[in-house]
């Protein structure tokens, strides 16, 4: 497969969230403004494409046994200099992340494409995975997010877009607005793959 | 306010009003990939309370008195992982030797907890700092780690219990399996909010 193929597959067609179901906490957990969405999609990205490309290279002198431990210690090296880098530049998004940056640890998007993918292909193929598959998941994240900020703030990466007469559906913001409002998202999505 | 009282508050915030599933977000992949029957969303619920609470234990002590006297609380994450991989594998051989019968009953879902987040968020909330800026220390750590596994598993087998009943109804082919399952969690996440206006 070529490069290109490898990059566009992550965003519409294997989408991690919407239809390979991985990676769910971060989702519902971060999507509350467009902002927050677009600061873990960012971190979980680059943790992805470092980690991809890592366990690629390393890939020929991995024991099979101890895999999975090779890589989950990959991953928590990558995800401690996100943590530690935007505990440094970004304090304020930093805050409101929170614990779901060290979390990112255990998305599974993360270890499913390292076990799926960078074990088994080149450098080249894996960061395009990683880049595929990393936008993929913020593209999830921020559709999910604005969905949620519209209706329950009425804002848009904090710019107004809804009329002063609009009453603000605070549920939305709230954690049973993030389960109904993936839910409905998921059922359209199957829609539209019945039609097909 | 005495130990007991405390433990009694401790059991209604972990269990009620700061559920782990449906308020913290945390631990939903098993949340919604194994509650489609109720005894296999029993013995997951078991083993999540057994590993969370082992956990609790071993990643407090492992930041006490390792990564704290040497300055290196920003491995937390690095060591916090290790550890919690390192223990399922050590239950799972333990189970495994001492006892078949229970090794059955758990075996298929103990790999799976190590990629369970709430085990990961358990260990890292319980060395944050509290609101007053204290820390909990040992024994509540413990069993903070075990109430929470209480509240995962009690809302695991409520899931469960309805995604049984679920199966029969006639409802559209798109809403079928995961979207129902999110809306319903929504449902339920809304019952649970009755909770939060609690003040104890």
Same mark, same amino acid.
């Given at each position: 497969m070529s490069f290109i193929s490898e990059l566009t597959k992550g965003i519409i067609k294997e989408n991690p969230i919407f239809v390979i179901v991985l990676g769910m906490c971060p989702t519902l957990a971060t999507s509350t403004s467009v902002?927050? %969405?677009?600061?873990?999609?960012? %971190?979980? !990205?680059?943790v992805l494409v470092c980690s991809n490309i890592f366990i690629s290279l390393i890939k020929n002198v991995t024991p099979d046994k101890i895999r999975i431990p090779v890589y989950v $210690?990959?991953?928590a090296a990558f $995800? /401690?200099? $996100? @943590?530690? /880098?935007?505990? %440094?530049?970004?304090? %304020? &998004?930093?805050?409101? &992340?929170?614990?779901?940056?060290? &979390?990112?640890?255990v998305n599974c998007i993360i270890l499913g494409r390292a076990e799926a993918f960078a074990n088994k292909n080149n450098v080249i193929n894996s960061i395009a995975d990683g880049i595929g598959m990393g936008l993929g998941f913020t593209l999830a994240l921020t559709v999910v997010a !604005?969905?949620?900020?519209?209706?329950?703030?009425? !804002?848009?990466?904090?710019?107004? $877009?809804?009329?002063? !007469?609009? @009453?603000?559906? &605070?549920?939305t913001l709230l954690a049973p607005g993030a389960f109904i409002t993936l839910g409905f998202l998921m059922a359209l999505m199957n829609m539209i793959k019945e039609k097909k | 306010m005495g130990f007991l009282g405390q433990l009694f508050v401790m059991a209604i915030s972990a269990i009620l009003v700061q559920n782990f599933v449906l308020s913290r977000f945390l631990g939903l992949c098993p949340y919604l990939g194994v509650s489609k029957k109720l005894d296999s969303a029993f013995g997951m619920g078991m083993a999540v309370i057994f590993v969370m609470t082992l956990a609790s234990a071993f990643c407090y002590l492992i930041f006490q008195y390792l990564l704290v006297p040497y300055g290196l609380e920003y491995l937390q994450t690095l060591a916090f992982i290790l550890t919690i991989a390192a223990l399922v594998q050590f239950v799972e051989m333990v189970i495994q030797k001492n006892s078949p019968a229970l090794y059955k009953s758990l075996g298929v879902y103990l790999p799976l907890i190590t990629t369970n987040c709430a085990v990961l968020g358990v260990a890292i909330l319980n060395i944050t700092p509290l609101a007053d800026g204290s820390r909990y220390n040992f024994i509540w750590s413990v069993l903070n780690g075990f109430l929470s596994g209480v509240g995962f598993t009690f809302v695991l087998l409520a899931m469960a219990g309805i995604r049984e009943r679920l199966e029969l109804v006639d409802m559209p082919k798109s809403m079928r399996g995961m979207p129902s399952g999110l809306i319903l969690a929504g449902i339920m996440a809304l019952a649970f909010y009755g909770f939060m206006g609690m003040k104890i």
């Open positions: 902002s927050n %969405a677009l600061g873990m999609g960012m %971190a979980a !990205t680059f $210690v990959v991953i $995800v /401690s200099i $996100v @943590d530690m /880098s935007m505990a %440094a530049y970004l304090p %304020a &998004l930093h805050k409101s &992340l929170g614990l779901f940056i060290p &979390l990112i640890v !604005t969905i949620r900020e519209v209706l329950g703030n009425g !804002t848009w990466l904090n710019i107004k $877009v809804m009329p002063s !007469t609009y @009453d603000p559906m &605070l549920i | -």
